[in-house]
């Protein structure tokens, strides 16, 4: 059994309340569980407890055996001498205060309902894709509903604390964390990492000092990325004067290039070629290189998604990657490309920009642009789907991908709205809410 599952227990009364009792014996009331803690700190705070003749005021901890209480180092923390009553699946050990006081301790080895301990079970053993998979069909659309809202605000939140660290990294300077969000959002799944390490080699400064040429432009990055091939006869002279180009601007910026194996080209479909992507960033700021700026002044999703149209150089147009020529093509950023940019760099952008200007009109233009994108088509929405749960926009389909990984792959299904419905069924013998009525005095534990 997991500590989450005890703290699901106590934050919602979800055990045999009546007749309580510590393991010294005393009586005890709850008449307040307290204020969820996801801090440093106790589990819950503001707890408000009857133990034996007095009235206490102050914090709950939560273990799934009371020697945890040092495996886990709270003897020595200050923060835990307000702890009024420590919560246990099992009291394997007497645990006191850093004054020498005994902490009273509630066990709750015998006061879960089997219903409900059975349903946990179920839940944390569970082989399918999702652990309440065959349960899901039960839970009502409202809760659902409600649910992927949540989770988009926290998905949305997440990736704006990233967009933020990058940030962080370069001065505050929001055109470059932009551009570096951009490039990785460009690599799509496989090369995202390899392009935002491009795009960190080469400052954006740099890039537009350049920005008259995009001969220039393209000799920087293919020149960074490790790509630009070994001087050969008879070669293309459109490589030749990248090649000198960028040998030039080398040593002008003193650049560094990447390894050639961060790349990859395996099982992908040519227009998605790491070398093609490279030649639409370097046309993407050729044509304007104040791209965040363009971002904000935005009034919605098309004049976004017309930020991204590009025409590539005409080697580009008769080349996936450097060698023999192919038929030709425009190379366009495709339009799920368009929309991966704007889903992973532009949405975190714009929740990032309100939070730290404190301007809810760009946190709520980043919900609305993904509730105004179309789905994603992946993998995992195909499996979402083929279990009744259908995204009908970009935010909803970002939603399902959070709960899949934050929620149903580490099993958290306690602190999921999904798995907290299913937990919540009343089981037969559940005993009733606690109501106070006499007026007390309260006792506060000092900490």
């Known amino acids: 059994m997991r500590e989450d599952f005890l703290h699901y227990l106590w934050r919602l009364a979800r055990f045999d309340l009546r007749q309580l009792r510590t393991t010294e014996g005393e009586a005890l009331t709850i008449q307040q569980f307290g204020t969820y803690n996801t801090d440093a700190g106790p589990d819950f705070d503001d707890a408000r407890l009857r133990i034996g003749g007095l009235q206490w005021a102050g914090k709950v901890e939560i273990h799934v055996t009371s ?47 089997p219903g409900v301990q059975a349903t946990y079970w179920r839940l944390m053993h569970q082989a399918d894709w999702v652990p309440c ?25 997440r990736k704006a604390s990233g967009f933020t660290e990058r940030l962080e990294t370069v001065q505050r300077d929001w055109e470059e964390a932009f551009y570096h969000c951009i490039a990785r959002a460009m690599g799509g799944k496989v090369n995202a990492q390899a392009m935002e390490m491009l795009a960190r080699s080469v400052p954006l400064r740099v890039l537009l000092r350049h920005k008259h040429s995009l001969l220039q432009l393209e000799a920087l990055l293919f020149g960074q990325s490790g790509l630009l091939p070994e001087r050969e006869v008879g070669e293309d002279s459109y490589v030749t004067r990248l090649r000198q180009e960028y040998e030039l601007l080398r040593v002008k910026h003193d650049l560094r290039p990447l390894p050639v194996t961060a790349w990859r080209f395996l099982r992908m479909r040519p227009n998605n070629f790491p070398t093609v992507r490279i030649a639409q960033l370097a046309c ?68 990032a920009y309100g939070q730290l200007r404190e301007d809810e009109r760009y946190r709520e233009r980043a919900v609305t642009l993904l509730e105004t994108l179309p789905p994603e088509s992946n993998t995992v929405i195909a499996k979402w789907r083929k279990l009744g749960w259908s995204a009908t926009s970009a935010g909803e389909s970002q939603a399902l991908l959070e709960l899949k990984r934050q929620y149903c792959d580490p099993r958290r299904c306690t602190s999921c709205a999904v798995g907290c419905a299913i937990l919540n069924r009343p089981e037969p013998g559940d005993a009733s809410p606690l109501v106070v009525r006499e007026p007390v005095r309260i006792y506060r534990a000092v900490g």
């Open 67 to 113: 020697s945890e209480w040092h495996a886990h180092g709270h003897d020595d923390d200050p923060a835990y001498d307000g702890v009024i009553l420590h919560v246990v699946l099992e009291e394997d050990e007497i645990i006191y205060r850093r004054d020498g006081s005994r902490i009273p301790c509630l066990e709750l080895l015998h006061r879960i309902p």
């Open 133 to 157: 998979q065959p349960q899901l069909p039960s839970v009502t659309g409202p809760v659902r509903a409600i649910w992927l809202q949540r989770i988009l605000a926290e998905r949305l939140a």
């Open 284 to 351: 993407l700021y050729y044509r304007s290189g104040q791209l965040f700026g363009k971002a904000l002044a935005a009034t919605g999703a098309k004049e976004l998604e017309a930020m991204f149209v590009v025409s590539l150089s005409n080697y580009w147009r008769t080349h996936y990657r450097f060698g023999p020529a192919v038929a030709p093509s425009e190379r366009k950023l495709g339009k799920a490309t368009v929309q991966n940019i704007l889903i992973n760099a532009v949405a975190p952008a714009y929740f």
